[in-house]
């Protein structure tokens, strides 16, 4: 995690802060507006942000109207003339710690448009972030910050969203547009030293990546949104894709894949892969997919 802190473009050119691209590209029954997840990005580095979200399968889920990345610099509401967000913290100590009253008027900006945008902030004292988190946010449009991940909102175990799942959550949404409120998260990029512990009091979502210290918070968001828009049907080049992959069972690991040539220095490709027998690909590829340690 960061510091005490845990851990879209007709032509590409036309990149912009706000990535915003209608879906009316997208067939309607597939994925209304409604569904598309926005994350807005507050930071102070937001140039370490761009770069990653104009490219690969964050630009296609821009281009189709599925994700919308915004952000808000955190300077800008800054204190004093020099625009401080930061300050030396009480008792002693290393390091300057972000100050509140710049994050919760960063914050307070965002939710001034969006009432219900709920607030993610990478720290170590999270829930450490899995696939089924992952898969939760980007079906769902995220749990519920009363009780994350709780039962009656999930896929059935192993099992990861399909198009008519997701056509069937579009109907639903429509005779009950409040089941939507959360499709928009608002991720608080930490630096320095940490935050002022009573920033927690505005966090909805508190998230760990790991027992590890990283610089600031800008690669925990890039690793959430990227682990959650590659799930959202569409983005991924098959219907399937996200279905079968690791970790897409609890710890499963996805078995060995192999391409061209057949013989590479000697390792050869297993006879039963280019055997054309599906069923006894399908028991190989079982029982050669494996646990996360």
Not at 251 to 265: A, G, H, S, V, W
Request: contains cysteine; charged residues 25%.
């Amino acid at each position: 995690m960061c510091p005490r802190v845990g851990a879209h473009q007709r032509g590409r050119d036309d990149f912009k802060s706000s990535l915003f691209v209608s879906p009316g590209e997208l067939t309607g029954e597939m994925w209304y507006n409604k569904n598309m997840i926005k994350f807005t990005i507050i930071t102070l580095f937001k140039e370490a942000l761009e770069p990653y979200l104009k490219t690969s399968m964050m630009w296609k889920a821009t281009e189709k109207g599925l994700a919308e990345f915004d952000f808000v610099d955190l300077r800008e509401f800054g204190l004093g003339p020099h625009k401080s967000v930061d300050d030396t913290p009480y008792g002693g100590g290393d390091g300057m710690l972000l100050r509140c009253e710049p994050v919760f008027a960063a914050i307070e900006s965002v939710k001034a448009k969006d009432p219900d945008a709920k607030v993610i902030l990478p720290t170590p004292v999270g829930k450490i972030w899995n696939q089924e988190m992952a898969r939760e946010f980007a079906f769902y449009s995220g749990p519920r910050p009363s009780g994350p991940f709780a039962s009656g909102n999930s896929l059935p175990k192993g099992r990861a969203p399909r198009v008519d799942d997701v056509i069937s959550r579009a109907a639903a949404i429509r005779n009950n547009p409040s089941q939507n409120a959360n499709s928009h998260y608002i991720i608080l990029c930490p630096h320095y030293e940490g935050y002022d512990e009573r920033i927690l009091s505005i966090v909805d979502y508190k998230i760990s990546l790991g027992k590890y210290v990283l610089t600031g918070g800008e690669l925990p968001a890039l690793i959430i949104i990227d682990s959650v828009v590659r799930l959202i049907p569409g983005v991924l080049g098959g219907e399937t894709s996200a279905e079968i992959e690791s970790f897409s069972e609890g710890d499963n690991l996805e078995y060995p894949q192999y391409t061209k040539p057949y013989d590479f220095r000697g390792m050869t490709v297993p006879d039963i892969l280019l055997s054309g027998n599906h069923g006894e690909i399908a028991k190989w590829r079982k029982d050669h997919s494996g646990k996360a340690l």
